[in-house]
């Protein structure tokens, strides 16, 4: 987590994926500091190398998202492989062209354990936000590094 990348990156609510909020501040604070460049089409790559989907459509429309990368649960990350190129360029399963997260259970946190209404009615009704329940760890290149607010 840090706290110098609030308003620049974050969890969605549910923990299951990510969003640029700020891509001018990303590339001018996140990538010199977490990936020693600054262009964003490179990271871009990189995340589609090691498997990130992009949610094209609903709430959570340009975040990204991995089955092994989840708030708080950064024992996943080990099962994560850089892609080959011909795995890159498969196109995304009918199902995950706009993943269902928020009917899914919160990942990580105190809200792990309460059912997905509970959930539901804790992080709408009271106004909690994602980095409000953000803790996350960004893994590039078999490293960890604290990088969403």
Not at 134 to 141: E, L, P, Q, R
Request: glycine content about 6%; aromatic content about 10%.
């Amino acid at each position: 987590q840090d706290p110098e990348l609030s308003g620049v990156i974050e969890w969605m609510p549910h923990g299951r994926s990510w969003r640029i909020i700020d891509r001018d501040e990303f590339r001018a604070r996140a990538l010199p500091t977490y990936f020693q460049h600054s262009n964003m089409a490179s990271f871009i790559r990189l995340v589609n190398a090691w498997g990130f989907r992009r949610v094209q459509s609903g709430v959570d429309y340009d975040s990204y998202y991995h089955e092994c990368f989840l708030r708080g649960m950064p024992h996943l990350h080990i099962q994560m492989r850089r892609l080959l190129p011909d795995e890159r360029k498969a196109p995304p399963e009918p199902y995950n062209d706009c993943p269902r997260f928020h009917d899914m259970p919160l990942c990580g946190g105190e809200f792990s354990g309460m059912s997905s209404s509970e959930q539901s009615v804790i992080t709408h009704h009271h106004g909690l936000s994602s980095t409000t329940l953000a803790s996350n760890t960004h893994h590039s290149s078999g490293s960890s590094r604290e990088v969403v607010a």
